[in-house]
């Protein structure tokens, strides 16, 4: 679960960006798995997920925002999970 300490102050500024993401034309569900999705069904819907991230003229504050608050689930920003921990850990061994 992400931590509710590390989001932002509840001002419209630090959300604004949110309106103008390409995924608000699609399902919530094409960003986040069922638990039990595994193998192909999952890349399928991840690739999916990212198509919209591609054309998105905030995927750079999309993928702040879930570095910054730690988002443990979905597609955020164009990464998954997994991609965003990676990051995470290959910044951490950087720095």
Do not use: N
């Amino acid at each position: 679960m992400a931590s509710i300490a590390r989001l932002p102050m509840p001002l419209m500024e630090a959300y604004e960006w949110q309106y103008e993401g390409a995924c608000r034309e699609a399902d919530p569900e094409t960003f986040f798995s069922p638990e039990s999705e595994r193998g192909p069904r999952r890349h399928a819907r991840e690739h999916l997920a990212k198509t919209y991230c591609a054309r998105c003229t905030v995927r750079d504050q999309c993928l702040q925002h879930a570095l910054k608050v730690k988002e443990p689930y979905g597609v955020w920003g164009g990464l998954t999970t997994g991609e965003r921990a990676a990051l995470i850990t290959g910044e951490r061994s950087a720095g």
